[in-house]
């Protein structure tokens, strides 16, 4: 949406690339495919995130039940975790370690920045 508004001015603007379906592989691609023949359009970086999101959430409830606590014991014991973004892992302050890579917008569409 933002990319739209901002039509040819945003050429060469740098971002946090926060998803990449191409790096991430068949799990994200798998996850495109579907999300975009159900919606008729591709998904974003919030769509996957949000996927992965309630994914593992369950993965957790699954293992633990519904009591919070234990939930978030079993979260934490889940990573590294693999879905449709990636791979989410956190460290044992439960900190996300993921590396955010750099994007540009080139000829409209995001790319990764090398490097």
């Known amino acids: 949406a933002c990319a739209e ?3 040819a001015a945003i050429e060469g603007a740098l971002f946090p690339l926060l998803w990449d379906a191409a790096a991430v592989g068949e799990p994200a691609l798998e996850f495109a495919r579907r999300f975009e023949a159900r919606t008729g359009r591709a998904p974003d970086y919030a769509e996957a995130l949000a996927y992965d999101s309630i994914a593992v959430l369950l993965d957790a409830i699954g293992e633990a039940g519904i009591d919070r606590v234990a939930i978030g014991a079993a979260l934490r014991a889940l990573s ?5 973004s990636g791979v989410l892992s956190w460290d044992r302050t439960g900190h ?3 590396p955010v890579p750099l994007g540009t917008w080139r000829d409209g569409r995001a790319v990764r920045v090398s490097g």
């Open 80 to 84: 590294p975790w693999s879905g449709a």
């Open 96 to 98: 996300n370690t993921r």
């Open 5 to 7: 508004a901002a039509g």
